[in-house]
């Protein structure tokens, strides 16, 4: 099994920053791809941010330029910086991490709100 848990989410003003941070652990062999999707009410769970094999990134449109999307693989984390935050921003994050071609593991979630 794959364990990952996140951290960092909270209430920041519209213009701010937070960063996010994930810990894997557990049979992480062979998994490939890791990132960070969310789910804001009444809408569906999309991509924001992954790292892909080879070193390539993805990032989605909403957030090119003001998310970044790093890994520290002696620490099994993968983090996300979130700056210039907007309040369509606000939703909850999920940490994940799959095999190319196998399972796909899920964090708990970490709320994100950005209000003035």
């Known amino acids: 099994q794959v364990q990952l848990v996140e951290s960092g989410g909270g209430l920041v003003q519209p213009g701010g920053s937070l960063r996010l941070s994930c810990v894997i652990s557990?049979?992480?062999?062979?998994?490939?791809?890791m990132g960070w999707f969310r789910q804001a009410p009444g809408l569906q769970r999309e991509l924001v941010a992954a790292?892909?094999?080879?070193?390539?990134?993805e990032y989605a449109d909403s957030v090119k330029g003001r998310f970044t999307i790093d890994r520290d693989n002696a620490k099994n984390t993968v983090h996300l910086q979130m700056n210039s935050l907007k309040p369509e921003d606000t939703a909850v994050y999920f940490c994940?991490?799959?095999?190319?071609?196998?399972?796909?593991?899920w964090g708990q979630g970490t709320q994100v709100t950005v209000s003035s």
């Open positions: 994940s991490a799959w095999r190319t071609f196998g399972s796909r593991y």
């Open positions: 557990g049979s992480i062999s062979g998994i490939e791809n």
């Open positions: 790292m892909l094999p080879e070193g390539r990134t």
